[in-house]
């Protein structure tokens, strides 16, 4: 399956990630434990890979070139040229990379390929020893819509093959969101929601902030935990208020309205109700549910 991890700048997203795949900084005190399949232990080779949001890459080297050379370097060294080349071609077709796989990458001085492109192929240089879980950190900032539809669609391929892919991601389109199987939605470092992608949706219904018909349903689970809006809507009220003198006290509350219904109500205030929300509900139990089946079934 393939989790997205959601939520406003400084929630928590990056820590999380880098917690979950053990690399937090020496310095960083982490309390609690990090089970794999219900075991605490340390992942073997190939057991996990992390993706970072930076594409750390060789720009005079071509896409083929990048990728036989980490596969010569990381794959085991029983297994013959003729092996590794096989891998390194079949990387290249499952990132959809053939077009261009004799293409420069290029860097700040030499033209190379599209952002996308980067991007897939950071991708495949660490799915090149078929982990069993894959960290990315928001693989899509920085692409366009049809780039960040590609990758996502990649990842979700991935999962399809018996993989774990967990991916922070920041403000997917509603097509990109719909790939997703499952959502873990943060604010200040606190869950507001896990379980079902498709699910959220009802949740916030239930929980008293229902989703507008024609709003993409992530922007506005972010619009509910986001406390940067409450400062927006204050700068943009008083600016209305200083151009618009003209406008009564009633006119400029609906001037407020207009722009959004969440408006009169505290960031703060949604979180919390949230978060509270979230803990005695049937997602949360539900998500308990399965984290027990799931030990046991190891267990026995």
Known sequence: RIL?????????????????????????VMSGKVLVNG????L????????????????TLTVRESIAYSAHLRLPSNL?????????????TEMGLQECSD???????????????KKRLSIALEVLTKPSLLFLDEPTSGLDSASAFFVVQILRNIASNGKTVISSIHQPSGEVFALFDDLLLLSGGE??????????????????????????????FLRCVNSDFDDITATLVES??????????????????????????????????????FKCSEYAAASRTRIQEILSIVSY
């Open 44 to 59: 073997d080779f190939g057991g996990s890979a992390y993706v970072t949001q930076e594409d750390v890459l060789l720009g």
């Open 240 to 277: 209305r208020r200083i151009h618009g003198s003209s406008l009564s006290h009633y006119q400029l509350h609906e001037t407020s309205n207009t722009l959004d219904p969440l408006n009169d109500i505290p960031t703060a205030e949604i979180r919390t109700t949230l978060v509270r929300k």
């Open 191 to 220: 869950t507001v929601y896990f379980g079902d992608a498709k699910s959220a949706t009802k949740f916030f219904g239930e929980a008293g902030f229902p989703c507008p018909s024609r709003r993409n349903p992530s922007d506005h």
């Open 103 to 117: 293409r420069t990458i290029g860097n700040w001085h030499m033209r190379g390929i599209s952002g996308g492109e």
């Open 4 to 28: 997205a991890i959601m939520g406003p700048s400084g929630s928590g997203k990056s820590t999380l990630l880098d917690a979950l795949a053990g690399r937090l900084a020496g310095n960083v």
């Open 80 to 92: 013959t040229r003729e092996e590794i080349s096989d891998i390194v071609e079949a990387t290249i």
């Open 39 to 42: 075991k605490k232990r340390r």
